[in-house]
């Protein structure tokens, strides 16, 4: 808890805080590349689960290649980003960049919510619609046959 004594509110908001072009390198950055690292992680895990399941339907695919897409990308940048800031690159390394990917993170993160919570259920409902009327409608003798 050490870090959260380190934390001034002030200096976060202030702009010639935030807008420094080759900020110190020597900081608590070590927790943001742990975050990081398990962005990337966890965006491996969606990618593997995603590979696994054969027979899933469609949209779920969907779902976790965003999810993959998310964590993927967004690890990659904060890892470079935190490597820019370690190596003092000026710019790359800034705070800005850092903000500039949590605000990504965040508003990607959202878009995704408002797809499983409301896109995603209607096209299910859309699916088991035409799944229960294509259950009803007459089979061709081709396909009839090669059942047996």
């Known amino acids: 808890m050490d870090i959260l004594k380190q ?9 010639d ?10 900081s608590n950055y070590l927790y943001l590349s742990f975050i990081f690292g398990f962005f990337i992680i966890l ?3 969606f990618w593997v689960w995603n590979a696994r399941e054969k027979n ?5 695919k969907k779902y976790k290649a ?19 800031r370690w190596q003092e690159i000026p710019y ?8 500039i990917d949590l605000l990504v993170f965040i508003v990607w993160g959202l878009i995704i919510l408002y797809f499983r919570m ?23 003798k081709k396909e009839k046959n090669e059942k047996f």
Not at 8 to 13: E, G, M, N, Q, R
Not at 17 to 26: D, G, L, T, V, W
Not at 92 to 99: N, V
């Open 7 to 15: 934390i001034d509110i002030k200096k976060l908001f202030s702009l």
């Open 17 to 26: 805080y935030i807008f420094e072009k080759n900020p110190p390198a020597i």
């Open 43 to 45: 965006g491996i895990f």
């Open 56 to 60: 899933q339907l469609f949209f779920w």
């Open 66 to 84: 965003k999810l993959f897409n998310l964590f993927i990308y967004t690890g990659l940048v904060g890892l470079i980003l935190v490597f820019s």
């Open 92 to 99: 790359l390394g800034s705070r800005l960049f850092l903000i």
């Open 118 to 140: 409301l896109i995603l259920p209607k096209e299910i409902i859309n699916y088991r619609k035409i799944k229960d009327f294509e259950k009803y409608l007459p089979k061709n």
